[in-house]
């Protein structure tokens, strides 16, 4: 095989990469919020607690504009306000536990649809797309990857199916208003 360009790859794994990203959200969709606020309700979960403007930033959108999602996400019990221990004319947004057991079983959807997609490859395939995948991450992320598990079990254990069944709630009970 001839040896490709660094734009070559560029070139393919942003091609890859929306593709990945567009039969992931699909599975987004169950989630119930909207993908403005479940993109904020995730910089919030794994960035927060952060200020109102630190979101938009992270968001790419006006602080308007980010307060009006969080406005959401706060009539639906996701995430709270809480003074700035440091500047008085501040808040910050955090999580609450409910918010933060809706991104986890939104993450599990997500990568339950990508390994679907899967199923089909070789231990040799999946082997190299777990290779590439380190390598993207580690050239990539801005934080670590973690794997999905509950906080409670044992290290390196599976638990979504445990831990879905613990934090199971009716769709109705959190998206009173989207």
């Not at 960035?47 to 996400?73: N, S």
């Not at 500047?87 to 809706?102: C, F, H, N, P, Q």
């Not at 959807?109 to 797309?129: K, P, T």
């Amino acid at each position: 095989m001839k040896r490709k360009s660094k734009h070559d790859v560029a070139d393919l794994l942003n091609s890859a990469a929306i593709h990945l990203l567009r039969r992931a959200r699909e599975a987004d969709e169950a989630s119930g919020l909207t993908p403005a606020r479940l993109s904020a309700l995730s910089v919030v979960v794994f960035g927060g607690p952060l200020t109102l403007g630190a979101l938009a930033q992270a968001e790419g959108v006006r602080p308007a504009t980010m307060t009006g999602i969080v406005t959401g996400l706060e009539g639906d019990g996701l995430v709270r306000r809480k003074p700035h221990g440091r500047d008085a004319r501040s808040v910050l947004v955090e999580a609450t536990a409910v918010g933060k057991r809706l991104l986890a079983r939104a993450r599990g959807r997500r990568i339950d649809a990508i390994a679907e997609r899967l199923a089909d490859l070789s231990a040799a395939e999946l082997a190299v797309l777990w290779q590439a995948g380190q390598l993207i991450e580690a050239t990539f992320a801005l934080r670590p990857w973690r794997p999905l598990e509950s906080p409670s079990a044992p290290r390196g254990q599976d638990s979504r199916t445990e831990f879905n069944r613990m934090t199971a709630r009716p769709r109705s009970a959190w998206s009173k208003a989207l």
